[in-house]
């Protein structure tokens, strides 16, 4: 009896001690707690645990996010894998093939119920943009991965444009080019105006990427949008998806470009020899007559007041196509694992930056303390964001997360409004319009293991191919007339027409409802 009685008065005694516990000992009883996995960008900001977004977010959501950075996380991933897992990647670079290959495997789990349950504004998203949806579904029919993504289709910011120096045209009584005709006399004028000027100039290796694409985008190359175009695709006027490497028209293409090389108004340097401090410390000499981006500053902070953007150039058969990119930027943004003891919380905690007050929050903070709204109505970071010694981007990075590197799980706010956090006038582009859109917005498509496994080594053979042969094409080693044909055979030979066998039958796939 004595014993019974003993019992109950010390568990009453410590009924009342934990009745009686401080207040911060009872928040931090209540809050759910996560663990998720990113990129390390400690070398620009502060750790995320430090950061006044994730504080901020903790509060407002009730989620302690116990955040691990990873240096160099791409040459980790197997011995990551190979461990006990986060809860989450987030903003972590998969392929669609990892995608695929870990979530059949189970280390990455299907999210598309979960979505329907935990995520009402991504489902919201993909209710009403089905490109998404089909974007992120793998060919077993789940869904992995969470999108980072821009929806306004018209955005300056999903468009790679060329940029020419204005003042150099107005010095000389020159308009902006808007055909390839007109952009080789220009760029031939700019040359022969003043001994040190070139005309398309950019860091070597950029002209693949850069304006061999505008330009494929001025030869009917460009159908199928931005993605299609870095995977060597694009969709004839039959609707039928084509490789671009091996078309007449990429020979056309390579063609003009040589024409340029040869006439040095493309820079000799393109190829090798100028790295992006070289290319940068001849821009702010004024030496630079071409380039492209998706933005002027990317020069330098004279960019916006020295350079016009072209966003189409029409090319010999009246083409005129922006060389600009799906909604679906990035699919691994949020990737859920195995180990996530609570997969609705974790969709539930990142959902909120999909709506409208999350991409707010998630790129200009609050009101009050990152930024002001001014006169005309205007979300402006504060003067110490704007001010910030590396720059206002890098300012804004020490307070909120989604300004730097990309691939956020994350709908992006419209152009206008991120140019206007920075005091910038939006852009205002005369030659963008829904008739230049591309006819086809095609993501990069979600490959079966079966199928990644086959294309690994002709893609990579294909590319090595394509980068070696256009290097010799453009700067004359190697003759149209002569070795075009012993090109393609060879593309044949590696594979090219396994290649596009296979990509039909990922863009059939697609289509499906």
Known sequence: MKKGVLLFLLSFVWLLSACQSSPSEKVADDVKSIHLMRNDFTDVRPKSEDLWMWQEYEKKSGVKVQWEEVKEFGEKKNLILSGKLPDAFYQTGWSNDEIVKYGQQGLFIPLEDLIAEHAPNLQKILDENPIVKKTLTAPDGHM???????????????????????????????DVPRTTEELKEVLAAFVASGEGREGYYMPSGWLAGGLEKVLMASYGLGTGGRQAMGNMLFVDEAGQLQLTINHERMREVWMYLRELYAEGLVAKQSFAGVDDDKWRAD??????????????????????????????????????????????????????????????LLLEWVDYFYSPEGQIFAYLGEEGVTYEVDEDGHMVYIDEILNYQNGPQLGAFQWVDNVYGGYFPYAELDQEIRDRAFGKEPAVYDDVKEEYMPEYMLPTFMATEAEAAELSTIVTDISTHVEQSRVKFITGEWNFEKDWTNYVQQLDCIGAQRLLEIRRQQFERFNQD
């Not at 004279?302 to 010999?316: D, H, K, Q, R, S």
């Open 144 to 174: 992995y991965s969470l999108p980072y993504m821009s929806l306004d289709p018209m955005s300056g910011g999903r468009t790679v444009r060329l940029y020419i120096n204005q003042n150099w045209l107005d010095e000389l009584s020159l």
């Open 283 to 344: 821009a702010a000499q004024d030496k630079v007559g071409l380039f492209q981006w998706v933005d002027p500053d990317f020069i330098g902070p004279f960019g916006p007041e020295t350079y016009t953007p072209i966003n189409v150039i029409e090319g010999p058969y009246g083409d005129k196509t922006l060389y600009t990119e799906p909604p679906v930027s990035g699919t691994s943004a949020f990737i859920i694992t195995k180990d996530a003891a609570d997969p609705g």
